[in-house]
């Protein structure tokens, strides 16, 4: 049976006042919850705070201020320009995103609010859908020694593309320091509570880290009520020296929980039960965030605020930012090709795996996003769920890994709730391409992207077969054999129909690493310590251009393959160029893993090609076949599968 640890202490918590909002009350076992209501509000919303430096040495400061001309001391709360001197928030984290707040919210002006010292100039900037500048309005400041001063600008003219920001300037001697900086809106007539829910499986330290940065930025956190961690590792957080400190900083707010590993569905959806399950208002909101990102807090008041000010509820999602290059944008907003099993793909005008430090190629302006856009669903790395939607669609499917985010957006859009990208609400996330496609995790993503497919597309069989097709070809030509059969294992769990996903996908998981451990390829080595290789024969071969008649080659490689013919009889391949065209002309290929840790050794094997072609044809024979009568069972178990009970019961509670 799972446990639970209520502010990290089992069967216990600081208790409120009843009759106060969000105060805790007794549950069912006895158990002290918090329990969500709306709130009126104390003073003005705050939308984001004017930052100057991020919350880690590694993050470039110039993604929150960019010191334009002269010298400036920028801190986290702060800023001191010297005679001279020009610092720029036209920034990533800088910009209020006014094309999002005019088009999404009813919030028609935007105050900023700052503690002034010295001389010098304030003034709001804006930008269009094209990214050319124009002043809102100034302040020219004299004498000042804490003042508080106030700028306001117009929600307006932005519905296509634009972003609002503070410039500062000294002219010679004077001196300047801002602090403090406030982008508030006008509150709503009650405050929406907001929980955080982060899964977490043997990453404690990571955990432990954002828990830290939560508490260490409370005080700005105004509409959080509650942090959910629903731990499902051997490995626990609670282990930690620093547990202690966390739960004593985040008091009652903090609920930590244990329970069997259901994956990230499992582990972000225990959030959106717990919420679910002790709120007195719907107008209550669940904010999923990974454990392993580095977290910038200022994520929560963006979002929330946002929420808080939508003209109706919207699924609002913050952007991914590459952890391992901390300047890169992974997105500006994606949507999934449903029918053809892909997802992240970004939508028109979107920054892609951009350098926001950097200019555009083309029209050698920075790299801001400008354009608004319309994102088909956001990762949860970060990502708000209002509890209307929650009513209206049900929980997430019981998924495991993977698709899980699609899928409840656009089931949720499907019934009128849109998900949105919000510009400037980032987190930093491990960058995907330097995770490799051939593990266990790829059986999910196939699975499960085309049970997705089936629910929200026309499912057509055909183009499905084919994409599935031209996959399991790669795959058999690539020699790898693993990959082969996760995909073959994944089409035919999806035909088993949704009992597949009646105990949340534990069985699967177990059964996929261990049909994976019987390939060798699946394996990571040492560069030095291939098994069977000399280090000093595995000489780097490198790749030909993409061929130019791709069909020529692929029927040439292919009969080259089933006659067992190959140029190369054993070379190191780099991680991209791996491709098809070219792994399939060696007998044995060393391949380097996308982590760029080690490699994979792939062997051709051609009793094993043929096995494996001739299983996937068969299950993709069956998927045409039948693929229309398995979508309808998908759809009659949908109520079910996504309802509290069914959570209820793989929570085993």
């Given at each position: 049976?799972?446990?639970?640890?209520?502010?990290?202490?089992?069967?216990?918590?600081?208790?409120?006042?009843?009759?106060?909002?969000?105060?805790?009350?007794?549950?069912?076992?006895?158990?002290?919850?918090?329990?969500?209501?709306?709130?009126?509000?104390?003073?003005?919303?705050?939308?984001?705070?004017?930052?100057?430096?991020?919350?880690?040495?590694v993050v470039s400061k110039d993604l929150y201020a960019e010191v334009t001309l002269g010298v400036a001391a920028r801190h986290r709360a702060g800023v001191t320009l010297e005679p001279s001197a020009k610092v720029s928030g036209n920034t990533y984290f800088g910009r209020f995103p006014a094309s999002y707040w005019q088009r999404w919210t009813t919030a028609d002006k935007v105050r900023v609010e700052a503690t002034v010292s010295g001389?010098?100039?304030?003034?709001?900037?804006?930008?269009?859908?094209?990214?050319?500048?124009?002043?809102?309005?100034?302040?020219?400041?004299?004498?000042?020694?804490?003042?508080?001063?106030?700028?306001?600008?117009?929600?307006?003219?932005?519905?296509?593309?634009?972003?609002?920001?503070?410039?500062?300037?000294?002219?010679?001697?004077?001196?300047?320091?801002?602090?403090?900086?406030?982008?508030?809106?006008?509150?709503?007539?009650?405050?929406?509570?907001?929980?955080?829910?982060?899964?977490?499986?043997?990453?404690?330290?990571?955990?432990?880290?954002?828990?830290?940065?939560?508490?260490?930025?409370?005080?700005?956190?105004?509409?959080?009520?509650?942090?959910?961690?629903?731990?499902?590792?051997?490995?626990?957080?609670?282990?930690?020296?620093?547990?202690?400190?966390?739960?004593?900083?985040?008091?009652?707010?903090?609920?930590?929980?244990?329970?069997?590993?259901?994956?990230?569905?499992?582990?972000?959806?225990?959030?959106?039960?717990?919420?679910?399950?002790?709120?007195?208002?719907?107008?209550?909101?669940?904010?999923?965030?990974?454990?392993?990102?580095?977290?910038?807090?200022?994520?929560?008041?963006?979002?929330?605020?946002?929420?808080?000010?939508?003209?109706?509820?919207?699924?609002?999602?913050?952007?991914?930012?590459?952890?391992?290059?901390?300047?890169?944008?992974?997105?500006?907003?994606?949507?999934?090709?449903?029918?053809?099993?892909?997802?992240?793909?970004?939508?028109?005008?979107?920054?892609?795996?951009?350098?926001?430090?950097?200019?555009?190629?083309?029209?050698?302006?920075?790299?801001?996003?400008?354009?608004?856009?319309?994102?088909?669903?956001?990762?949860?790395?970060?990502?708000?769920?209002?509890?209307?939607?929650?009513?209206?669609?049900?929980?997430?499917?019981?998924?495991?890994?993977?698709?899980?985010?699609?899928?409840?957006?656009?089931?949720?859009?499907?019934?009128?709730?849109?998900?949105?990208?919000?510009?400037?609400?980032?987190?930093?996330?491990?960058?995907?391409?330097?995770?490799?496609?051939?593990?266990?995790?790829?059986?999910?993503?196939?699975?499960?992207?085309?049970?997705?497919?089936?629910?929200?597309?026309?499912?057509?069989?055909?183009?499905?077969?084919?994409?599935?097709?031209?996959?399991?070809?790669?795959?058999?030509?690539?020699?790898?054999?693993?990959?082969?059969?996760?995909?073959?294992?994944?089409?035919?769990?999806?035909?088993?129909?949704?009992?597949?996903?009646?105990?949340?996908?534990?069985?699967?998981?177990?059964?996929?690493?261990?049909?994976?451990?019987?390939?060798?390829?699946?394996?990571?080595?040492?560069?030095?310590?291939?098994?069977?290789?000399?280090?000093?024969?595995?000489?780097?071969?490198?790749?030909?251009?993409?061929?130019?008649l791709q069909r020529v080659i692929l029927l040439k490689r292919i009969l080259d393959r089933v006659l067992g013919k190959h140029r190369f009889g054993l070379g190191a391949v780099p991680n991209d160029e791996a491709n098809w065209w070219h792994i399939s002309l060696f007998d044995t290929a060393v391949v380097t893993d996308a982590s760029q840790e080690g490699v994979r050794v792939r062997k051709y094997d051609r009793d094993r090609m043929f096995e494996l072609g001739k299983r996937g044809i068969k299950v993709l024979q069956r998927l045409?076949?039948?693929?229309?009568?398995?979508?309808?069972?998908?759809?009659?178990?949908?109520?079910?599968?996504?309802?509290?009970?069914?959570?209820?019961?793989?929570?085993?509670?």
């Amino acid at each position: 049976m799972p446990g639970k640890a209520v502010a990290g202490q089992p069967g216990g918590a600081a208790v409120k006042d009843p009759a106060a909002p969000n105060g805790t009350r007794p549950d069912a076992s006895g158990e002290e919850q918090t329990v969500f209501s709306e709130r009126a509000p104390q003073d003005r919303l705050l939308a984001q705070r004017g930052l100057f430096a991020g919350p880690s040495d590694v993050v470039s400061k110039d993604l929150y201020a960019e010191v334009t001309l002269g010298v400036a001391a920028r801190h986290r709360a702060g800023v001191t320009l010297e005679p001279s001197a020009k610092v720029s928030g036209n920034t990533y984290f800088g910009r209020f995103p006014a094309s999002y707040w005019q088009r999404w919210t009813t919030a028609d002006k935007v105050r900023v609010e700052a503690t002034v010292s010295g001389d010098g100039l304030l003034t709001i900037g804006a930008s269009d859908v094209e990214g050319e500048p124009r002043v809102i309005t100034a302040r020219e400041i004299t004498g000042a020694d804490g003042t508080q001063v106030t700028l306001e600008a117009k929600i307006d003219k932005f519905y296509d593309g634009g972003a609002l920001w503070l410039d500062l300037s000294t002219e010679t001697g004077q001196r300047l320091t801002v602090q403090n900086v406030r982008w508030t809106v006008d509150s709503p007539a009650q405050i929406r509570p907001t929980a955080v829910t982060i899964c977490t499986m043997n990453r404690a330290d990571d955990c432990l880290s954002n828990l830290q940065a939560l508490a260490g930025d409370l005080s700005s956190l105004e509409t959080l009520d509650a942090i959910y961690v629903a731990d499902q590792g051997t490995d626990r957080v609670e282990t930690r020296d620093g547990f202690a400190q966390v739960v004593k900083d985040l008091g009652d707010k903090l609920h930590y929980i244990t329970q069997p590993n259901l994956g990230g569905a499992g582990g972000f959806t225990r959030g959106l039960y717990e919420v679910a399950g002790h709120t007195e208002t719907e107008h209550a909101n669940v904010l999923f965030m990974d454990d392993d990102v580095l977290l910038e807090p200022d994520l929560v008041v963006r979002l929330t605020a946002f929420s808080n000010r939508a003209a109706n509820p919207i699924i609002v999602g913050g952007q991914m930012l590459n952890l391992l290059h901390p300047d890169q944008l992974h997105v500006g907003a994606e949507y999934a090709r449903l029918n053809t099993l892909e997802p992240g793909q970004p939508v028109e005008h979107s920054l892609n795996t951009a350098d926001l430090l950097g200019v555009d190629e083309e029209t050698g302006k920075p790299n801001r996003q400008e354009r608004r856009l319309d994102a088909g669903y956001n990762g949860w790395w970060s990502c708000l769920i209002p509890y209307e939607v929650v009513k209206e669609i049900g929980y997430p499917l019981p998924f495991f890994f993977q698709w899980d985010d699609a899928e409840y957006s656009y089931r949720a859009r499907g019934k009128g709730f849109p998900t949105v990208t919000l510009p400037g609400a980032g987190v930093w996330h491990a960058d995907f391409g330097w995770k490799d496609w051939d593990e266990w995790h790829r059986y999910f993503n196939l699975r499960n992207s085309i049970i997705t497919a089936a629910l929200h597309s026309p499912f057509n069989l055909n183009l499905l077969s084919r994409v599935l097709v031209a996959q399991l070809v790669r795959y058999l030509l690539g020699m790898q054999y693993g990959l082969s059969a996760t995909l073959i294992k994944a089409v035919e769990d999806f035909l088993e129909g949704p009992e597949i996903l009646r105990d949340g996908g534990v069985a699967a998981m177990k059964e996929i690493r261990r049909i994976r451990e019987e390939y060798p390829e699946t394996k990571r080595h040492k560069a030095t310590e291939v098994p069977g290789i000399a280090s000093a024969d595995i000489g780097i071969i490198n790749s030909a251009p993409r061929p130019s008649l791709q069909r020529v080659i692929l029927l040439k490689r292919i009969l080259d393959r089933v006659l067992g013919k190959h140029r190369f009889g054993l070379g190191a391949v780099p991680n991209d160029e791996a491709n098809w065209w070219h792994i399939s002309l060696f007998d044995t290929a060393v391949v380097t893993d996308a982590s760029q840790e080690g490699v994979r050794v792939r062997k051709y094997d051609r009793d094993r090609m043929f096995e494996l072609g001739k299983r996937g044809i068969k299950v993709l024979q069956r998927l045409r076949k039948e693929g229309a009568a398995v979508q309808e069972q998908y759809k009659r178990a949908m109520p079910e599968l996504t309802s509290r009970d069914n959570w209820t019961r793989l929570y085993e509670l």
